[in-house]
């Protein structure tokens, strides 16, 4: 079964760090670009970066550049959304999806295999 999880989502208090985890199962994530998204409820989901199968490539949204770092594993088959400097305008909910495309595209085109989401909330 294809399949992405996220994972590492919490309560960080504002400047603080977390790592996102998104995992793979089924499937050979290497093969694809791999895009993190995340979404206030009632709010439109919006794009944070894609990281290339290979892992040479990355962009970033502006809102997080310089602060979030994309990586991947090609062993345990995931890829990771390293944050840092975190601000309560990143509370969301996170979520990492395929790209066939390899990240080619931009965030605004179609992404697959969605997970379900992890929480990160930002507070004091």
């Known amino acids: 079964q294809v399949q992405l999880v996220e994972s590492g989502g919490g309560l960080v208090q504002p400047g603080g760090s977390l790592r996102l985890s998104c995992q793979a199962s089924?499937?050979?994530?290497?093969?694809?670009?791999v895009g993190w998204f995340r979404q206030v409820p009632g709010k439109s989901r919006a794009g944070i970066g894609c990281?290339?199968?290979?892992?040479?490539?990355?962009n970033y949204a502006d809102s997080v550049k310089g602060r979030f770092t994309m990586s991947r594993d090609t062993v345990k088959n995931a890829v990771y959304l390293q944050m840092s400097s975190l601000k309560p305008d990143d509370t969301a909910i996170y979520y990492c999806a395929t790209d066939p495309y390899d990240c080619r595209r931009g965030l605004d085109f179609d992404y697959y295999d969605w997970g379900q989401g992890t929480q990160v909330t930002v507070s004091s």
């Open positions: 990281i290339s199968g290979g892992g040479e490539n990355t």
């Open positions: 089924g499937f050979d994530l290497g093969f694809y670009g």
